[in-house]
């Protein structure tokens, strides 16, 4: 009880503080994540290059005119035509962004294109969807494509085919940087506030009293990280209210089920990083130092994460630094939760078996050098 006892006192000791520059903490840990959603997130429109595979079942001239008025203003790069099995998949691969089928009835029909995307990344959006809408309607009277949205998890393409517009056909840049923006939120909340809390502990001697007290060390670390979930949460809500506000969709209903999962995530992720910011702060000793190598450390792996842009748009030097980075997998699980509505078992138990484990790693680690650092 002496422990539990410990922790709670400490705890609300950081809130006290905390509460005392609430309005300065706040705007500091979401006003750059407030600037990427609002002024950023239209950005998606401006996107060129979009990769697409076709199918021409048509075969006539008119088909062939409009195969090359795709290639115009550089919007589609059209990788290969080719049957629809290669192309679809293709598609699952993520080979390409989209698959654009052009119907026999073309250009005379009541239905002339199909447009086959996966909504994993905001590239196979409304950009590519407008263009294809655009140059279509110079030559289909009836002015009809039928979007589909093709899940990238199932191994069978006709098996998830929906005919209507689902989610994600008004997704945008936005709705993309969104999950990273969530991400963001959480670093910056556990690790400045908890981080700088500590440096600032041991530069007035609080820290040293409190270790000459009877308060374990454990108990100190702890309610550091406790206090960086606590503001972390604080801030995401925040963020997903400007989101919302703003424009960004949650697919994920209920929407208060699509809330806890998004909160799991960020949780864990500030639980992951207060441990990098203690184990830095222990060595650190001023402020300034604290913030350039959290930026150095933490921006790299937000931006490798496919954040801010599609990991598949990656060099391919990089792709072992997005493949092992722990944001990398709660960027995606957050972004299926607000674009596609759904988690499947095997990603969340991935998803929280990489971030557990890196959360031990890191503990075992921050409570080592705590231990003979500060002693």
């Known amino acids: 009880m002496t422990l539990i006892s410990d922790i709670f006192n400490l705890y609300k000791r950081e809130m006290i503080i905390f509460r005392a520059n609430i309005f300065s903490n706040i705007i500091r840990s979401i006003i750059f994540p407030l600037v990427l959603i609002v ?38 790069s059209i990788k290969t035509i080719t049957s629809q099995n290669i192309a679809m998949n293709m598609l699952h691969s993520s080979n ?40 279509a309607s110079k030559f289909i009277n009836q002015k009809q494509i039928s979007v589909q949205q093709i899940n990238a998890q199932q ?43 500590l440096i600032k502990d041991k530069d007035t001697g609080i820290l040293k009293s409190f270790l000459m007290s009877p308060i374990s060390k ?100 990089f792709k072992p630094f997005n493949t092992y980075n722990p944001l990398t997998y709660a960027v995606n699980a957050i972004r299926n939760i607000t674009m596609l509505g759904y988690l499947t078992m095997n990603q969340i138990a991935v998803t929280m078996s990489i971030i557990i484990i890196g959360i031990v790693v890191l503990f075992v680690l921050a409570f080592k050098l705590f231990k003979t650092t500060v002693d």
């Open 39 to 76: 002024f950023l997130g239209g950005i998606g429109n401006t996107i060129f290059h979009i990769s697409v595979a076709i199918v021409n079942y048509a075969d006539n001239p008119q088909s062939f005119q409009f195969i090359s008025q795709l290639q115009s203003n550089n919007v589609l």
């Open 96 to 135: 390409v962004s989209l698959v654009i089928v052009i119907l026999p009835t073309f250009p005379n029909g009541s239905q002339n294109i199909d447009v086959y995307y996966n909504n994993n990344n905001f590239q196979n959006s409304m950009t590519g969807l407008s263009f294809i809408q655009s140059t």
């Open 155 to 197: 191994t069978n393409p006709q098996s998830s085919v929906s005919s209507t517009a689902i989610s994600g056909t008004k997704a945008s840049y936005k709705d993309f940087l969104f999950a990273g923006i969530l991400i963001m939120v959480t670093i910056f909340g556990s690790t400045f506030n908890g981080g700088i809390s």
């Open 218 to 317: 454990l108990s100190i670390i702890l309610s550091k990280i406790l206090s960086g979930i606590t503001q972390s949460t604080l801030y995401v809500f925040i963020a997903i209210l400007i989101g919302v506000a703003d424009g960004v969709t949650i697919a994920m209903l209920p929407w208060f089920a699509a809330i806890l999962w998004i909160l799991l995530f960020t949780v864990l992720i500030s639980i992951l990083f207060s441990c990098v910011a203690i184990i830095l702060a222990i060595r650190i000793p001023r402020v300034e130092v604290f913030t350039i190598i959290v930026n150095a450390i933490t921006l790299p792996l937000w931006f490798l994460s496919g954040a801010f842009f599609p990991a598949s748009s990656l060099p391919s030097l």
